[in-house]
Nanobody, 117 residues
Framework: QVQLVESGGGLVQAGGSLSLTCVASGRVRTTNGMGWYRQAPGKQREEVARFTTSGTIEYADFVKGRFTISRDNAKKTIYLHMNSPNTDDTGVYYC???????????WGQGTQVTVSS
């Protein structure tokens, strides 16, 4: 089994900064395939940033230049550094992992991020 535990959410002022952490446990050997998604009220869940299964980084266009994803493989942990968030960044942020062999996808429980104007 795989467990993903997010932390670091909370209230942040627009233009400020906030960092999220996701720690993986269970049959996770690498942070490749781990990433962040978010879901705003009344909207679909969307990808924010991730490490692909080959280790490259992908960002959604709406966070490029503002958010940075990083990782510590030894700790099976990924981070999302949110700089200059705006109110549109409010939502529940979820950690996700895609494990190719055997194939499986897992979600964390989510952490709420609220950006105030």
């Amino acid at each position: 089994q795989v467990q993903l535990v997010e932390s670091g959410g909370g209230l942040v002022q627009a233009g400020g900064s906030l960092s999220l952490t996701c720690v993986a446990s269970g049959r996770v050997r690498t942070t490749n395939g781990m990433g962040w998604y978010r879901q705003a009220p009344g909207k679909q869940r969307e990808e924010v940033a991730r490490f692909t299964t080959s280790g490259t980084i992908e960002y959604a266009d709406f966070v490029k230049g503002r958010f940075t994803i990083s990782r510590d493989n030894a700790k099976k942990t990924i981070y999302l550094h949110m700089n200059s968030p705006n109110t549109d960044d409010t939502g529940v942020y979820y950690c996700h992992i895609l494990i190719p062999k055997p194939l499986g996808a897992y979600w964390g429980q989510g952490t709420q991020v609220t950006v105030s104007s």
